[in-house]
């Protein structure tokens, strides 16, 4: 069975502190690797997806990362804005689902 | 806007009550799903549709859990006998087949609280 883990569970930063969140999975086949930013009492919105390892992709402020074991969502500068929970998925063999970590929620004060 | 929409966005019952929620996906995707999320949680997988056929089930899926995709459009779930339990946040995502289209797009979610 899939399985994702997420830490840490919550992170507070100063606008600006530089930081990475991490997302340790264990999957039979990657299929593919999800991060998703979701917003209180709204669904996930997506930001990226990675196939293979060493595989990067950056959008703004935030930059994720692939090995054969985990993922990492660099955050660089952040704003107040970028507060939310992040949630990573990972989708496996021949499974149609994702299947999801507990998210890390971010704090960012200015 | 041509996201995934949901509707109800909230929905209030009473213990016993049966509810249905509807999702209109991104139009021309021919794969939807139903995920649950409670507090603190991630998404939990609840069921799959390739066009109208629903092709997997998780086990979370009791028997009071109905879902359908008529004509491989819209689709529906339905919870019948209503628990305290049941109150989550029902999502629905959509997906293009092809290779390189693996990624799931989430609508807003129905809030559905059981009294």
């Known amino acids: 069975e899939d399985q994702v883990t997420q830490s840490p569970e919550a992170l507070r930063l100063q606008e600006g502190e530089s930081s990475s969140l991490n997302c340790s999975y264990t999957v039979s086949g990657l299929r593919g690797l999800f991060w998703y930013r979701q917003d209180p009492g709204k669904g996930p919105e997506f930001l990226f997806t990675l196939y293979s390892a060493g595989e990067e992709k950056e959008k703004e402020r935030l930059k994720a990362t692939l090995t054969k074991k985990e993922s990492f969502l660099h955050i660089t500068a952040p704003k107040p804005e970028d507060s939310a929970t992040y949630l990573c998925a990972v989708r496996g063999g021949s499974n149609y689902k994702l299947t999801f970590g507990k998210g890390t929620l971010l704090t960012v004060n200015p | 806007d041509t996201g995934v929409s949901q509707d109800p966005r909230h929905k209030i019952t009473k213990r016993g009550q049966n509810v249905t929620f509807r999702c209109d996906p991104i139009s021309e995707h021919n794969r939807l799903y139903w995920y649950r999320q409670t507090l603190g949680q991630g998404p939990e997988f609840l069921t799959y549709f390739q066009n109208e056929a629903q092709l997997e089930k998780s086990r979370l899926l009791s028997d009071r859990f109905s879902a359908e995709r008529p004509k491989g459009s819209f689709s529906t779930l339905e919870i019948q006998r209503t628990e305290q339990g049941d109150s989550a946040m029902y999502l629905c995502?959509?997906?293009?087949?092809?290779?390189?289209?693996?990624?799931?797009?989430f609508g807003p979610g129905t809030r559905l609280t059981v009294l």
């Open positions: 995502a959509s997906r293009a087949s092809g290779a390189d289209t693996d990624t799931q797009y």
